[in-house]
Nanobody, 114 residues
């Protein structure tokens, strides 16, 4: 079974930065498109950023210019660099493959608050 382990979340003040990591095991990572998703309390999980196997990227309008997705195939890891964080970025962040790899990790909590 695929395993996804997210980390790097925390409490940060508005305007601050965080870097999230997601290690994926038991797949041929380099061949898989990957995405970051987030779910705020009372809301559905939604896509934040996508990176293709070839390195192409796309972003939700709400994070364009502030977030950067990247990947290190040698480490089976996808990253999300988050800058200029806003309170509305508060959520649990998850990674997964595209299409979905069949399971979700535990996520990592990001809280943006003064």
């Amino acid at each position: 079974q695929v395993q996804l382990v997210e980390s790097g979340g925390g409490l940060v003040q508005p305007g601050g930065s965080l870097r999230l990591s997601c290690v994926v095991s038991r797949i041929i990572f380099s061949r898989v498109h990957m995405g970051w998703y987030r779910q705020a309390p009372g809301e559905q999980r939604g896509s934040v950023a996508i990176i293709t196997s070839g390195g192409g990227t796309s972003y939700a309008d709400s994070v364009k210019g502030r977030f950067t997705i990247s990947r290190d195939n040698a480490k089976n890891t996808v990253y999300l660099q988050m800058n200029s964080l806003k309170p509305e970025d508060t959520a649990v962040y998850y990674c997964n493959g595209i299409p979905n790899l069949g399971s979700w990790g535990q996520g990592t909590q990001v809280t943006v608050s003064s």
